[in-house]
């Protein structure tokens, strides 16, 4: 791969925004591979995994920016930097470029890697992982992390919680950052394989354990965290590329 090349899993949109501080708006999504993580329930190994790659494609910022500009018709909107970990890639020259038309962007990370152009971004998400991920979570780099993005984007934090261990490690986490926007979802305990994205998902299951968090953050009166489904999940399922 070229120096500064983007390892790209896959591009697409314009689709919505499924989680998280930026649910229900319209979006072209750039999916980078690669991950520094690699946790137990995680729903995109296809971008995570190193076994698939060989389908990760090194695209310049000009090329992927090409792409994006022909998914949008060239209108203006958000485009999400996901992955595996986009942080790990060199995306100041994309965020430069679209900023210089008009987009805005936004970037979720678990807050593992801390780069500087996190100040360039519109929105930043931290995403820390919970301990049934089977992931450890280094403070003082999410720490980091904020501090990069101070006066920069508007910043959130968004936990995926599947058990009272996942809930407890997010009542800690807004206690660490009270003036940070806290949004909680349920986890999808039937993620797909990476080859199958028609892989069958247990939406009652989801559903379950959406009722089951409510309960939880109003039964503690924890008023200042949000509760939201994966909305894409609902919608679509495993489906891949919506």
Not at 85 to 99: D, K, T, W
Not at 134 to 150: E, F, I, P, R, S
Request: hydrophobic letters at 40%; aromatic letters at 8%; charged letters at 20%.
């Amino acid at each position: 791969m070229s120096v500064g090349s983007i390892r790209v899993s896959e591009i697409f949109g314009p689709t919505i925004q499924g989680e998280g501080a930026l649910i229900g708006l319209p979006t072209v999504f750039v999916r980078t591979g690669g991950c520094d993580f690699r946790c137990s329930w995680c729903d995109s190994l296809h971008a995570v995994d190193s076994a698939f790659r060989d389908q990760w494609i090194p695209m310049s910022t000009e090329a992927v920016w090409h792409k994006v500009t022909e998914l949008s018709g060239g209108k203006p909107l958000t485009v999400s930097l996901s992955g595996g970990n986009p942080a790990i890639q060199p995306l100041r020259p994309l965020i430069e470029l679209g900023h210089s038309q008009g987009y805005r962007f936004a970037l979720e990370t678990q807050g593992s890697v801390a780069q500087a152009w996190f100040r360039d971004l519109d929105i930043l998400v931290i995403s820390p992982k919970p301990p049934s991920s089977g992931m450890l979570t280094d403070w003082d780099q999410v720490d980091h992390c904020l501090h990069l993005a101070a006066g920069g984007p508007e910043v959130a934090l968004k936990i995926v919680v599947f058990d009272d261990a996942d809930y407890e490690f997010a009542q800690r986490a807004g206690e660490r950052y009270p003036q940070t926007p806290l949004f909680l979802q349920p986890g999808n305990h039937t993620p797909p394989p990476p080859d199958d994205d028609n892989a069958r998902i247990d939406i009652d299951g989801v559903m379950d354990r959406m009722h089951w968090l409510v309960a939880k953050v109003t039964a503690d009166q924890w008023f200042t965290a949000r509760v939201l489904p994966q909305l894409h999940v609902l919608l679509w399922g495993n489906k891949r590329g919506v």
